[in-house]
């Protein structure tokens, strides 16, 4: 079998939520081993968010491709056992709140004196050091405190309100992965190891980093501008046939401006002084768009999509999962892939994304059952008896899947 | 052009052919010490000319979206239409670990300068490939943009208010997040490289991999809820304000979450445990999200009364986690940006001394730095062509005036 990329990696993580599970789920799709430390005494609150803790979606997505190990951290012996752990991984990654890993003496510089070339990852909402590093942190609430959630509206909105997708978590966990992969290769020319320290608002504030610069070279508050670009007409959503359907556009060329027009029938648009070169669409666009709208809402989102791009102007719908299920370039791609789950069976979870040739992947693994795999941890990277491991189950300081 | 701190991926050489779908990955891979040679065409990267611009003053030196994603690179220019000029890109390309280039499918093939063409000349060539759709399949040929992208990725149908039209994110979320990805296939394919000595090629759309770095859930949760006897699957529409309300205080807005009885419990508590909220059933979150509306007027009458930090810090004694939505300046200005040293002191020498934001992580051993500004518009042409490949001044100037720097 073909060598996958990661293989003889191994990652222990003591992370919960979003971030680092979904960073170390990539890590393990790319053939490490990935370890999660999991106890009752404190279950990672996406398990919670559900009616059974093995069957939760989001839980389930995210933390494929890890072995859950159960053990009680507040027990000393239990944090031996994952020191022990420590010591034959390569990567370490933890999102606990402030203070949590040090109190446990499982953080970078206590886990340095056992396994001093640790790629050691904290993931913090605000970091791990300043004055707001105590402050819990979730995904929606680094939109809002990176600037983020404030240009995230329409200009006649009251409020800013964003989406109940939790941005930026899932940018943060692919800037860990790619963190945790730039400090593996050096490691790999250099041997050394080290501490990376990653901020989620910070991670929301590069999103818009050139909005940034708005405000630190023009001295201005960026204003929100919705759906609308400063230099593109027609540009933006529109309202198709059906109960909340519709399709986005955007026309930057004069040639694809003539090809819109041919396109939704209205050739007599080129030759309407309004709409003369962008300049003059972006003066008129609010009738601009009401005559597109027109032509729109008549229509099924698909049917826009499908007719503007096939005379070259960049059309999509506003997708919902069905429409990416029927997409037949995302099928093409094999964009979904199907893995069985004891307790759930067989569901779809996002595949890698891109190709490499002569590269092979690990098969997607399910999202482990909690503290499936301790036993398993206990006799293959332990090596501990049979007895100890039965005598650590009887103490509490192992937990095993029920 | 030694730096002081090198950084982790310092020693790699990045060929940057990428339009603004790009841009963001080959600044990653900077940021981390990668040596990025930014090619342009003799007009500039298409991008230079997105506003807003320094001072309000069109000028392909003060593109604000462009200084943002290219500080860190070396620019040259490059016509690689002609002869020469493709002959001196294969010399760059002999020493290049990485090449990135966003062109529509077979445009670098027709050019004589695709994958298969450079590994002749390079074995260890890494090429990432970024296009919109990818490098075959019926929508190969499709264009995409910002908006379209993010309509597309299913990040769009969910946000904003329920009754208005879906509202866009800020910014270029859709090629950022594809950027990231296309940065993390790379320093895969480097590190394999270490082992194996050869080299790869990589293919990266937009379209797949922007949902992955923005929000990759869509999908698996209605494969979820079309279990045969279970639930109905969860109407896709925009419930951001009832599941993470934003509520207005005396100097602005806070956003709250409490998915918990007890993060509810202590909401009411900061607010000053008003009586009309300590009724059990607001303790339900499903019921807070299904009475949203009515929740909100009665919320703002107690929030009003307090800034957003006072809400912040409350929130974070008593155990709910509340966020300020700041603007750019409270964001700028915050302590915590300040003691972390997010913004750092850039010089360029169009627009001046400016701050510019940081990368989003601190390294012990390889630090993420921000050396320079973006390039001007061929900037390192002396010293990448001459100094490095060995032109003369008066070659380069002959180049320059036959259109092929």
């Not at chain 1, 067989?346 to 092979?360: D, E, N, Q, V």
């Not at chain 2, 993010?150 to 090629?175: H, K």
Request: proline content about 7%; some cysteine.
């Amino acid at each position: 079998m073909k060598k996958v990329p990661l293989d003889g990696i191994r990652v222990v993580s003591l992370g919960t939520g979003g971030v680092v599970p979904d960073c170390v789920k990539i890590l393990g799709e790319m053939g490490a081993d990935v370890i999660k430390i999991e106890s009752k005494q404190n279950l990672d609150f996406v398990r919670t968010i559900g009616w059974d803790i093995n069957a939760v979606p989001g839980f389930n997505e995210i933390n494929r491709n890890a072995r859950s190990f159960g053990v009680n951290l507040k027990n000393a012996a239990g944090g031996d056992l994952v020191k022990a752990l420590v010591e034959r991984s390569d990567i370490v990654t933890e999102n606990f709140r402030a203070g949590a890993v040090e109190r446990l003496g499982l953080d970078y510089e206590s886990v340095r004196r056992i396994r001093p070339d640790i790629v050691y990852l904290s993931s913090q909402g605000f970091g791990k050091t300043g004055p707001y590093s105590g402050h819990k942190a979730y995904g929606p609430l680094m939109a809002a405190a990176s600037g983020m959630l404030r240009l995230w509206a329409h200009p006649d909105d009251p409020y800013p309100v964003g989406s109940t997708v939790p941005i930026p978590d899932h940018f943060a966990s692919k800037h860990a992965v790619l963190a945790i992969l730039a400090a593996l290769d050096y490691r790999r020319r250099t041997g050394k190891g080290q501490f990376i320290d990653l901020s989620l608002v910070e991670v929301g504030a590069n999103l818009i980093g050139a909005s940034y610069l708005e405000y630190t070279v023009n001295c201005r508050q960026p204003q929100p501008l919705g759906n609308r670009s400063p230099y593109a007409a027609p540009y933006g959503i529109y309202r198709c046939k059906g109960d909340d359907q519709w399709c986005a556009i955007s026309v930057f060329t004069e040639e694809e401006w003539r090809a819109f027009c041919g396109a939704v029938g209205h050739d007599e648009w080129t030759r309407d002084a309004r709409f003369a070169d962008t300049a003059s669409r972006l003066r008129n666009v609010d009738a601009l768009d009401a005559l597109i709208e027109e032509w729109t809402s008549q229509r099924e989102a698909t049917e826009v999509m499908n007719t503007l791009q096939a005379a070259g102007v960049a059309a999509g719908v506003a997708a919902r999962s069905a429409d990416a299920l029927a997409d037949p370039q995302l099928e093409h791609l094999q964009a979904f892939v199907e893995v069985d789950h004891p307790v759930v069976g067989k569901k779809l979870y996002p595949a890698i994304p891109f190709k490499i040739t002569g590269m092979t992947f690990s098969e997607s693994r399910p999202a482990p059952l909690f503290a499936e795999h301790t036993v398993e941890i206990c006799r293959e990277i332990l090596h501990l008896p049979e007895n100890e491991i039965a005598r650590l189950v009887d103490a509490g300081v192992l937990e095993v899947a029920s | 052009m030694e730096t002081e701190c090198e950084g982790a991926l310092a020693g790699y050489r990045v060929l940057d052919l990428a339009d603004v779908k790009g841009a963001y990955c080959t600044k990653l891979l900077a940021d981390l010490g990668a040596e990025v040679i930014k090619v342009e065409s003799p007009e500039g990267d298409p991008s230079r000319r997105l506003p807003p611009f320094a001072g309000d003053i069109p000028d392909l030196e003060r593109s604000l979206p462009f200084l943002f994603r290219n500080a860190n690179k070396l620019g040259i220019t490059l016509n690689l239409d002609t002869e020469s000029g493709k002959g001196i890109f294969r010399q760059l390309v002999q020493s290049a670990d990485v090449l990135v280039e966003s062109f529509a499918p077979g445009f670098m093939t027709g050019l004589g300068l695709g994958y298969d063409a450079l590994r002749e000349i390079n074995p260890g060539l890494i090429t990432a490939s970024i296009t919109e759709f990818g490098q075959s399949g019926p929508y190969h040929n499709w264009k995409g943009s910002p908006i379209v992208d993010i309509a597309l990725s299913t990040d769009l149908i969910e946000a904003g208010f329920t009754e208005g039209a879906p509202c866009s994110l800020p910014g270029m979320p859709a090629y950022d997040a594809t950027s990231v990805m296309a940065a993390i296939s790379i320093i895969l394919a480097l590190f394999e490289r270490g082992s194996t000595g050869e080299g790869h090629y990589i293919d990266v759309s937009v379209h797949q991999n922007a949902r992955l770095a923005i929000y990759p859930w869509m999908v698996t949760l209605h494969s979820y809820n079309r279990t045969p006897g279970g639930p109905e699957p969860a109407p896709e529409i925009r419930m951001g304000a009832a599941v993470y309300p934003v509520y207005p205080c005396k100097d602005g807005y806070v956003r709250v979450v409490t998915l918990t009885p007890w993060q509810w419990d202590a909401l009411v508590k900061v607010i000053g445990e008003p009586e009309v909220l300590r009724q059990p059933e607001w303790r339900e979150f499903l019921h807070r999200v299904a009475n949203a509306a009515a929740l909100y007027d009665i919320m703002v009458e107690f929030t009003k009364h307090y800034t957003m930090m006072e809400l912040f810090e409350a929130g974070h004694r008593a155990g709910v986690p509340i966020a300020p939505v700041a603007d750019l300046s409270d964001f700028v200005d915050s302590p915590q940006t300040k003691a972390r040293g997010f913004f750092l002191d850039m010089h360029h020498p169009a627009v001046g001394k400016f701050q510019y934001p940081g990368p989003p992580y601190k390294w012990t051993e390889t630090p993420a730095a921000v050396n320079r500004a973006a390039p001007c518009l061929g900037e390192h042409n002396v010293a990448i062509l001459c100094d490095r490949l060995g032109l003369s001044r008066t070659e380069l100037a002959a180049l320059r005036l036959a259109g092929v720097v």
